[in-house]
């Protein structure tokens, strides 16, 4: 059955960096990114098209995050630069049948989530 794993996840200082990893099994599927906060609702981060050819980003994290994927480890990444106190979050990956997709609706399994804190 269908696994995404999250790893990468820690504490670090305002400016600094992180990169988050999902190991999938099963089938290749677009795949995305999301972030939840104590008492927040889950927010879209980035996703990226199967090929890699396509990919999107939430405003507050562009130029500072870059999402990729190895598919030959059937691996997903995101990169995270310039970190600030607001990114603190429970960061999940998620895979979908589609491309493109914003809502976490869209998306059909789900990794356990990896924490990232950013102190100031």
């Known amino acids: 059955q269908v696994q995404l794993i999250e790893s990468g996840g820690g504490l670090v200082q305002a400016g600094g960096s992180l990169r988050l990893s999902c190991a999938a099994s099963?089938?290749?599927?677009?795949m995305g990114w999301f972030r939840q906060a104590p008492g927040k609702e889950r927010e879209f981060v980035a996703a990226?098209?199967?090929?890699?050819?396509?990919?999107d980003y939430v405003d507050s994290v562009k130029g500072r995050f870059a999402i990729s994927r190895d598919n030959a480890k059937n691996t997903v990444y995101l990169e995270m630069n310039s970190l600030k106190p607001e990114d603190t979050a429970v960061y999940y990956c998620?895979?979908?049948?589609?491309?493109?997709?914003?809502?976490?609706?869209?998306?059909?399994?789900w990794g356990q989530g990896t924490q990232v804190t950013v102190s100031s």
């Open positions: 990226i098209s199967i090929s890699g050819s396509t990919i």
């Open positions: 099963g089938r290749t599927f677009a």
């Open positions: 998620a895979a979908s049948f589609f491309s493109g997709v914003r809502t976490a609706t869209g998306y059909r399994y």
